[in-house]
């Protein structure tokens, strides 16, 4: 799936990857994907949860190799 | 201001002693629904931390300040994040320290009574997921019932008190979470029984607990005996210690029963589930302390935070053991099942000796609460 910026939060724990998530949403028009690559699994729960409480859209979710990516739209 | 940690046991304190706290817990709803801390004198607010990376303002008002303040979190990040926050606006409050996996892994360990000639008798209470285990103690030797994956707290235990562990029992094979079980019998030489119905499959050496087997700790004999009684699982054994203590494993609770289908058809077991306690616990002395493997809720605690009651009481109190109708008690238990453990399947599996997850999975896999019982 196409995005228009890639944020790696590889390695990082909880609450590193949504706090980095939210930093770079800001940078992004309405609109726009963001793809985040996670390894720290809480992170599914919460980043589906944080996608809904600020109006964004969870488009797509893969799990490879340990390593979870992430597809948000910016509502 | 300042923020401090606080350890699992410095919780486990305030629910025994029924302490007043606030906990704020920063989980994302759908977990903090799932399984949460308990405490009978404890409030709760639930606000996700990625709610409050811009500050926490808007809550600060719901905050009490004539209480003791804790946050909590999954695994800790984000419970110190939000609780630095709290402080700079001026409150004192503590984190859990290892979040609620510290919390679900923490054992507290009561005596529960003597036994002849200076035995004892200890409940290990998991508190975080409502498991107990047990160890029976009697002239330096003693046994392990029921053990939870972290077996340094019993070999840690028998080490202080000076007694070594030579049998290591399971009332049944567990669905709920991970058995230490064979790992400590590894590391002390002691030898791991396990019923032999439930056993069938497992890939390590064990020996079989047939009904009526009498196993003998200490020189001056406190004797274990097995009594089967499946319906939880179809090999589940019960043990008496010492003429005093039913060991009832995941049949009976103290305000519930155990669910028969968790390793099979709950249509299959419910009839043997109904003989064992309509029957077979019936034939016992009312005078036996029942000691269950799970409590459900924080309400099943004594005063000292063990979870134990007369045999005698429960059959009068416990809802689960005075249902007349035989329909009425299969609808009960097989009818509205409450949702099963997290990753029930994979933990058998790993209780098998068929899988072997490494810590972290296996942490994962214990989430949330026991779910083995119907009320």
């Known amino acids: 799936m196409n995005s ?46 944080w996608s809904k409480s600020g109006g964004h859209e969870l488009v797509e979710t893969t799990v490879e190799n340990d390593i979870l990516k992430f597809w948000i739209r910016k509502g | 201001m300042t923020f401090n940690s606080m350890t699992a046991a410095e919780v486990s304190k305030k629910v025994i002693n029924k302490t007043d706290l606030f906990i704020l817990d920063v989980r994302n709803e759908n977990d903090f629904t799932d399984w949460k801390i308990e405490g009978e004198n404890f ?11 811009d500050g926490v303002e808007e809550i600060i008002d719901q905050i009490p300040t004539n209480k003791e303040i804790l ?17 700079e606006a001026g409150l004192d409050v503590s984190y859990l320290k290892g979040g609620m996996k510290a919390w679900s892994e923490h054992l507290e360990p009561v005596k529960i009574g003597d036994l002849t000639d200076g035995g004892e008798i200890y409940q290990f209470v998991r ?44 009332t049944h094979l567990h669905a709920d979470h991970i058995s230490g079980g064979r790992r400590i019998a590894e590391r002390t030489n ?15 050496e064990y020996q079989p607990l047939a009904s009526g087997k009498v196993l003998t700790i200490g020189h001056t ?17 019960s043990f008496v210690v010492d003429g005093k203590y039913l060991l009832s494993g995941d049949i009976l609770f103290i305000d519930s029963i155990g669910r028969p289908d968790l390793a099979g058809l709950a249509e299959d077991w419910v009839g043997d589930l109904r003989e064992t306690l309509y029957s077979r616990y019936r034939e016992l002395s009312d005078e036996l302390i029942v000691l269950p493997s799970h409590f459900m809720i924080i309400a099943e605690l004594n005063e000292d935070g063990s979870v134990a009651k007369k045999l005698g009481t429960l059959f009068v109190e416990n809802h689960g053991l005075n249902i007349e109708d035989e329909a009425e008690f299969r609808e ?26 490494d810590v972290e999975k296996q942490r994962e896999m214990e989430i949330g609460p026991n779910r083995c019982a119907v009320r």
């Open chain 2, 127 to 170: 508190l975080g997921k409502g498991c107990l285990s047990y160890m029976v103690i009697s002239n330096g030797e003693a046994a392990v019932i029921d053990s939870t994956r972290m077996i340094d707290a019993y070999i840690d235990f028998a080490d202080r008190i000076g007694v070594k562990i030579i049998h290591v029992l399971d």
């Open chain 2, 332 to 357: 009960l238990v097989t009818g509205n099942l409450p949702p099963q453990p997290n990753a029930y399947q994979e933990i058998r599996e790993t209780n098998l000796g068929k899988i072997e997850p």
């Open chain 1, 4 to 49: 228009d910026k890639v944020l790696d939060a590889k390695g990082l724990a909880c609450p590193m990857p949504i706090v980095k998530t939210k930093k770079a949403m800001n940078d992004l028009q309405t609109g726009q994907v963001l793809e985040i690559h996670v390894t720290d699994k809480g992170a599914k729960a919460d980043l589906a949860a």
């Open chain 2, 71 to 87: 946050v909590v979190c999954a695994k800790e990040g984000s419970s110190v994040m939000v609780a630095e926050m709290l402080s």
């Open chain 2, 221 to 237: 004999a406190i004797d274990i005996h097995s009594l089967y009684s499946p319906g939880h699982t179809i090999g589940s054994t």
């Open chain 2, 43 to 53: 409030i709760f607010r639930n606000v996700p931390y990625f709610n409050l990376l």
């Open chain 2, 190 to 204: 002691a030898t791991y029984w396990l019923p032999p119905k439930d056993a069938t499959e497992v890939t390590f």
